[in-house]
């Protein structure tokens, strides 16, 4: 769609803001707003839910705005880029809550978008804009990880139906979702060639998950097993054997996602507030005011400039994708970039806490300085999700620089 001029932006603009204001639910207004933790991701567990989260998310997908750009007749917004950046600032701007988090939106949407057939699109597509189904990603495996063209979960012609044999690990979420988009081995002769992507209900017999405590001691990430588990024929998506494509592309969607939460802050510990402000607490203020520590007041400094242009960069990256046709390879450097900017800020965060960064449990301890260890417990993992950094600095030497394979 193309983009209108300035007095119409100007004028969607001002509606945007007044829709939202009028219907942003009060319970919600302010911190301490009641909802359910898991509201935000919405699915089954939640339908006929009064949460407020839910409501606020059911009042923005009847206007397609959990998905401004995909096709209105999806149930989408139909939005263009300079709308979608509206409705974007819009709802910074006043601090709303994000209606619906997502893997169906961030990543598997898009994927269907491209590479689903027209059944596919009408099933799936208003189920993740209306936040009725919550999906999960089954990728990676116990063999399979960085080389993740060795995965080995069989899935097998039977005529009439797919049979799917094997495991999946580190799957976010997986005993909380409804669905699991999932990679399979459909021909054992070929490796890249012989993999497919299918569609899987999680109440379907056979599938099992079991939740992996870290070390932060949260348990996002399951096992997921598949033992003789059916799925319907229509649920494979694209060619037999030609999973590898459409994996790759979900992986730029995944990058793209995970690199916009850290450009916020989210995968760094943002929500324990500004690092240096939080320094000066702990560490004290010279006579200037400034942070009394120079040498952790430079390194604040250069993170936080770090993460301002991070933030920049992966906001042009969004509106070019939104603009183009989606994300390229070049997310893998802004992935790289911000799992190490993270990770820093992290460090840098504890560090500052001084001996009340090294509190697990117990009254000595405040909320935030818990929070914050446990965050940097957690970012240990942003240098391994959504593809590691290791991989991710092969994608850039081959696919961005140009460079040859090593000998």
Partial sequence: MADFGSGELDAFRSEVRTWLEANYPAELRGADAKVHPEAMW???????????????MRRMAEKGWTAPTWPKAYGGGGLSPAQARILDQELAAGRYRTPLASFGVWMLGPV???????AQKQEHLPKIINGQIRWCQGYSEPGAG???????TRCEDKGDHWLINGQKIWTSYADKADWCFCLVRTDTSKKHE????????????GVETRPIQLISGESPFCETFFTDVKIPKENLVGKVNGGWEIAKRLLQYERQNISGGF??????????GDLGQLAKTYVGADASGA???PDLRQRITLNKMNMQCLGL?????????????GPSAAVSIIKYAAAAFAQERSELMVEALGHQGLG?????YKGGELMAVRGWLRSKGNSIEGGTSEVNLNVISKRVLGLPDPK
Avoid: C
């Fill in 42 to 56: 919405g699915g089954r567990a939640f339908e006929g839910s009064n949460d407020p989260q839910i409501v606020w």
């Fill in 360 to 364: 697990w449990e117990g009254e000595a």
């Fill in 112 to 118: 269907l978008l491209e590479y689903g057939d027209e």
């Fill in 313 to 325: 960069t992966i906001a042009r990256s969004a509106a070019e994708s939104k603009a183009g046709n």
């Fill in 263 to 272: 450009g916020g802050g989210g995968g760094a510990g943002g929500a324990a």
């Fill in 291 to 293: 942070l009394a520590d």
């Fill in 146 to 152: 960085s080389d993740l063209a060795s995965l080995q």
């Fill in 194 to 205: 012989g993999v497919s992507f299918v569609l899987i209900d999680m109440r379907t017999p």
